[in-house]
């Protein structure tokens, strides 16, 4: 069993991109349910209040953000790889996109229909995160053929990729980029009750699918949340104090500073010490008395750092 721990909860896209990578290279994993709506006090006292899920964990150390799950999950098991054919970098650039542009169309398409039937509260809130102040699921619900003819055009582009036999979208491997589009696809194919007619029209993307979803999930086992925090209280951090150089902001071990992510979302920024800087990632040392000293960590992209005094 690895020492991996993903903080999650089953309907959540983003964590199907995790999870589905733990079925690429086969690991075993615990699994912490968290609740859908924000009210995760174990996870927020390791985490400094860092709000998205999902969010993995090894011993004390703590990684928010997809980019910088994948990035650790990779190499701490570096085989099978989730860049074959040394097809390192790009995924990560391609992950913008997935993310940003194809992640809200998806996510239009999978909520604004079905959001007379959702729980008000959990509208509320994923319209104010992904959508901004001025976000309306019922103007999206009103736009749903202009936000269809979106991502039609989007997954159009992943079609053509896998034309010609190829099997995933780098070639006879699965690897990262397979892992981006997988977690888009698999919530529409959840979530929007038109999704079989939809997704039809994309036979090598339908057929890709098959092939990732057979990936599975590797091998999980529950645990409990208080479970989680006691690993960490037990656990040192093994991040390394460390400074770069060539950090444009200056930044550098020791400095107190905060972390916010760049969107509109209204999310709260994380403070802490920092403890490890480099051009892809910052983290910081934080102190809860429910898990003792953690190192989180975020990815640079997409983040901004505040030095605080
Ligand atoms: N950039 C983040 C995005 C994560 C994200 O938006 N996750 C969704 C769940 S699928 C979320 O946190 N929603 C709000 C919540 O669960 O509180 C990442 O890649 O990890």
């Given at each position: 069993?690895?020492?991996?721990?993903?903080?999650?909860?089953?309907?959540?896209?983003?964590?199907?991109?995790?999870?589905?990578g733990f079925g690429l290279k086969k690991?075993?994993?615990?699994?912490?349910?968290?609740?859908?709506?924000?009210?995760?006090?174990?996870?927020?006292?390791?985490?400094?209040?860092?709000?998205?899920?999902?969010?993995?964990?090894?011993?004390?150390?703590?990684?928010?953000?997809?980019?910088?799950?994948?990035?650790?999950?990779d190499a701490r098991h570096p085989?099978?790889?989730?860049?074959?054919?040394?097809?390192?970098?790009?995924?990560?650039?391609?992950?913008?996109?997935?993310?940003?542009?194809?992640?809200?169309?998806?996510?239009?398409?999978?909520?604004?229909?079905?959001?007379?039937?959702?729980?008000?509260?959990?509208?509320?809130?994923?319209?104010?995160?992904?959508?901004?102040?001025?976000?309306?699921?019922?103007?999206?619900?009103?736009?749903?053929?202009?936000?269809?003819?979106?991502?039609?055009?989007?997954?159009?582009?992943?079609?053509?990729?896998?034309?010609?036999?190829?099997?995933?979208?780098?070639?006879?491997?699965?690897?990262?980029?397979?892992?981006?589009?997988?977690?888009?696809?698999?919530?529409?194919?959840?979530?929007?009750?038109?999704?079989?007619?939809?997704?039809?029209?994309?036979?090598?993307?339908?057929?890709?699918?098959?092939?990732?979803?057979?990936?599975?999930?590797?091998?999980?086992?529950?645990?409990?949340?208080?479970?989680?925090?006691?690993?960490?209280?037990?656990?040192?951090?093994?991040?390394?104090?460390?400074?770069?150089?060539?950090?444009?902001?200056?930044?550098?071990?020791?400095?107190?500073?905060?972390?916010?992510?760049?969107?509109?979302?209204?999310?709260?920024?994380?403070?802490?010490?920092?403890?490890?800087?480099?051009?892809?990632?910052?983290?910081?040392?934080?102190?809860?008395?429910?898990?003792?000293?953690?190192?989180?960590?975020?990815?640079?992209?997409?983040?901004?750092?505040?030095?605080?005094?």
């Open positions: 069993m690895s020492d991996l721990i993903l903080h999650h909860y089953p309907p959540s896209p983003v964590s199907e991109k995790i999870r589905a690991l075993a994993w615990r699994s912490v349910e968290q609740n859908r709506l924000p009210e995760r006090p174990e996870l927020f006292a390791m985490t400094g209040g860092y709000r998205r899920i999902p969010v993995l964990q090894a011993g004390a150390d703590i990684y928010c953000d997809t980019q910088l799950i994948l990035a650790e999950m085989e099978p790889s989730f860049f074959p054919g040394g097809g390192f970098g790009m995924p990560f650039a391609v992950s913008r996109w997935t993310d940003d542009e194809l992640f809200i169309s998806a996510m239009k398409v999978a909520f604004a229909p079905a959001a007379d039937k959702l729980p008000p509260a959990l509208v509320a809130d994923r319209t104010r995160l992904y959508l901004g102040p001025d976000g309306d699921m019922a103007k999206e619900r009103a736009d749903l053929p202009h936000t269809l003819s979106q991502l039609r055009a989007q997954l159009g582009w992943i079609e053509d990729r896998l034309s010609g036999g190829r099997a995933y979208i780098l070639g006879d491997a699965p690897g990262m980029p397979d892992l981006l589009v997988w977690f888009i696809y698999w919530f529409v194919k959840n979530r929007y009750a038109e999704a079989d007619v939809f997704l039809g029209q994309f036979p090598n993307l339908t057929a890709w699918a098959g092939r990732v979803e057979a990936l599975g999930n590797g091998s999980q086992t529950p645990m409990a949340p208080q479970e989680a925090l006691d690993v960490a209280k037990a656990a040192t951090p093994i991040t390394p104090e460390q400074g770069d150089p060539l950090d444009p902001q200056g930044l550098a071990p020791g400095m107190h500073a905060s972390v916010q992510p760049l969107t509109d979302s209204g999310e709260t920024a994380v403070s802490g010490v920092i403890r490890f800087v480099s051009r892809d990632r910052i983290a910081l040392t934080l102190e809860n008395p429910l898990c003792g000293t953690v190192a989180v960590h975020f990815p640079r992209v997409g983040y901004r750092v505040t030095p605080s005094s």
